[in-house]
Antibody, heavy 121, light 111 residues
Framework: QVQLVQSGAEAKKPGASVRLSCKAS????????MHWVRQAPREGLEWMGL????????SYAPKFQGRVTMTRDTSTSTVYMDLSSLGSEDTAVYYC??????????????WGQGTLVTVSS | QTVVTQEPSLTVSPGGTVTLTCASS?????????ANWFQQKPGQAPRSLIY???NKHSWTPARFSGSLLGGKAALTLSGVQPEDEADYYC???????????FGGGTKLTVL
């Protein structure tokens, strides 16, 4: 069965960077897009960006441009998200979510379990 | 700045029917927005329910349906169960410049 397994919780100081990972299994990795979504405490979901797992094409939400980098390693079926210049407002649970790579339907299906990132001095 | 608006909260009785909506500040929501709907229970990751406006996943209960209604995307729950109490989020597609935007979420109470 399809699984998206994310890396463990992180505690960072303001100004630092963090790298999160999302390892996919159970399906052909390159047939999909992977999105990153975050959720601050007691807040809603926020879309951060996506990466095409086939060719590595990326698209980021304007809010995160210049601060986020999404990459993938097809040999290990793992997606990475780097977020730099962390501030307290980046404290959130970060999710990866898979989308089928189709031009006619945009199907989000599976989600990772989430990674808590805490930014505090 | 594009804003996607959902009802902040709704209450429904068990066995009842409720419709959650998802509106775009840029105008009427059409099929080209490929609305996706997600359910999230406390302490859990979101779960995908509906994609491309009205398509269900194999795991989506039959009582959930998606549609377009009055220029908005809509999620209807018919025959609501206590376990449907959760937060529901819509996600709309805006194209290459700003691909995806979430709505603020609807907290559904079953009472």
């Amino acid at each position: 069965q399809v699984q998206l397994v994310q890396s463990g919780a992180e505690a960072k100081k303001p100004g630092a960077s963090v790298r999160l990972s999302c390892k996919a299994s159970g399906d052909i990795f390159t047939r999909y897009w992977m999105h990153w979504v975050r959720q601050a405490p007691r807040e809603g979901l926020e879309w951060m960006g996506l990466i095409n797992l086939s060719d590595g094409t990326i698209s980021y939400a304007p809010k995160f441009q210049g601060r986020v980098t999404m990459t993938r390693d097809t040999s290990t079926s793992t997606v990475y998200m780097d977020l730099s210049s962390l501030g307290s407002e980046d404290t959130a649970v970060y999710y990866c979510a898979r989308e089928g790579a189709s031009a006619t339907t945009k199907e989000f299906d599976h989600w990772g379990q989430g990674t808590l990132v805490t930014v505090s001095s | 700045q594009t804003v996607v608006t959902q009802e902040p909260s709704l209450t429904v009785s068990p066995g009842g029917t409720v419709t959650l909506t998802c509106a775009s500040s840029s105008g009427a929501v059409t099929s080209g927005y490929f609305a996706n709907w997600f359910q999230q229970k406390p302490g859990q990751a979101p779960r995908s329910l509906i994609y491309s406006t009205s398509n269900k996943h194999s795991w989506t209960p039959a009582r959930f349906s998606g549609s377009l209604l009055g220029g908005k995307a809509a999620l209807t729950l018919s025959g609501v169960q206590p376990e449907d109490e959760a937060d529901y989020y819509c996600l709309l597609y805006y194209g290459n410049a700003l691909p995806w935007v979430f709505g603020g979420g609807t907290k559904l109470t079953v009472l």
